[in-house]
């Protein structure tokens, strides 16, 4: 099903998590661009500038300020909105504060995911929920071929760790409790992960370092800038979530069952290939390798996802080339540094449609 179809999101209520966050307020901007009524539970915006606030999306959801961790008030948000649909987004992303602060990391990611489908258990109408983990929530042993959905789940450091627990609290409440026929509940897991695009601000993140420095013409520290990763843009994963959540609204089959969503094999880049690309979209570009310096805690050098099942099973494929994904993000980011004080609401919104375009041009399913 197409995710422009008038009957699936226009006019739903629809409920997500971690609105206020750099995935979640893209994901709130597009189900508003497609007509839907959200309600977003969150903390404040994780940043000061953040996609959330310059972009305005206050006004333009139903903007509830609820910390998951906190379980008797997200089940009443869910009595109230009686949502059709379920993104839960929300989570203490960062793999370095997750080293700081592990507790309040198992808390929101396991904890938290654990009162959403709590919540979700006190629903008697249908709804479809789609609940995001991470392609850090598996055993990573850095491995050069793609993790698959059936591949071990775990994780290194307190993060990935938070996230591997999170899919298996999902998979426990599946059989046991969303599995009966007469439950009208369906929920699917999205795991995807080193997403780029304009409006993240997040501490410790490439991207959001590198720009930050470069406006204040300020050179930019690469602590590991040989680590691969599979860059995408924001948008592909979002895709592949409204994507699921389509086809899980009239497939049955496909409750309990997790999605990998990634770019191709050729978009695994270097740091400091990112970098690079990044440089030739701006003005007043330094870095330095401080690689041998930092004594910061261990992040995995090489992550790929398997999206073969993605494929066949929704029809879905990453869109944008590497270049395609640098220049989304850069030509976001200097909009802004052109203008802070404007709204970007309607550059978010233009490149949401300008990326549906493209997947209608390829013929993807979704977008018909």
């Not at 396991?110 to 789609?130: D, N, Q, S, Y």
Request: proline letters at 5%.
């Amino acid at each position: 099903m197409s995710i422009h179809s008038p009957q699936l999101f226009s006019k739903k209520r629809i409920l997500v998590t971690g609105h206020t966050g750099f995935k979640g307020s893209w994901l709130a901007a597009w189900l508003t661009q497609l007509g839907a009524k959200v309600t977003g539970v969150a903390l404040d915006p994780p940043s000061d500038p953040s996609h959330f606030e310059v972009a305005g999306l206050a006004g333009a959801v139903d903007d509830r300020r609820v910390d998951i961790r906190t379980g008797g008030a997200l089940k009443e948000i869910v009595e109230a909105v009686q949502p059709d649909f379920v993104f839960h987004l929300a989570a203490q992303a960062l793999v370095r504060r997750s080293y700081e602060d592990p507790v309040l990391t198992y808390e929101t990611n396991v904890r938290g995911t654990i009162h959403v489908l709590e919540a979700l258990r006190e629903l008697h109408k249908p709804c479809t929920a789609v609940l995001i983990t991470s392609d850090k929530c598996y055993n990573n042993v850095e491995w050069v071929w793609g993790y698959r959905e059936t591949d071990a789940l775990g994780g290194p450091d307190p993060y990935s760790a938070s996230k591997a627990g999170a899919d298996i609290a999902i998979r426990s409440y599946v059989k046991s409790f969303f599995s009966k026929p007469e439950s009208p509940v369906r929920i699917a897991v999205g795991r995807a992960g080193n997403v780029i695009g304009g409006g993240d601000w997040a501490a410790d993140r490439i991207v959001p370092d590198c720009v930050r420095a470069w406006s204040r013409n300020e050179v930019v520290e690469l602590r590991n800038p040989q680590a691969t990763r599979p860059w995408q843009h924001v948008l592909e994963p979002l895709s592949g979530y409204l994507a699921l959540a389509a086809e899980l609204t009239v497939r049955p089959e496909l409750h309990g069952d997790a999605f990998n969503f990634g770019p191709a094999v050729q978009q695994n880049h270097t740091v400091l290939e990112l970098v690079e690309r990044m440089g030739r979209y701006w003005e007043q570009v330094r870095w330095k390798d401080i690689s041998g310096q930092d004594s910061g805690p261990y992040e995995s050098g090489l992550l790929k996802l398997n999206c073969d099942k993605a494929l066949h099973l929704l029809k879905w494929q990453a869109l944008l080339d590497f270049e395609q994904t640098v220049k989304f993000t850069a030509d976001w980011y200097k909009r802004y540094y052109q203008n802070p004080r404007r709204s970007m609401l309607d550059v978010t919104l233009g490149q949401i449609s300008e990326y549906s375009e493209i997947a209608k041009e390829k013929g993807l399913k979704w977008a018909q």
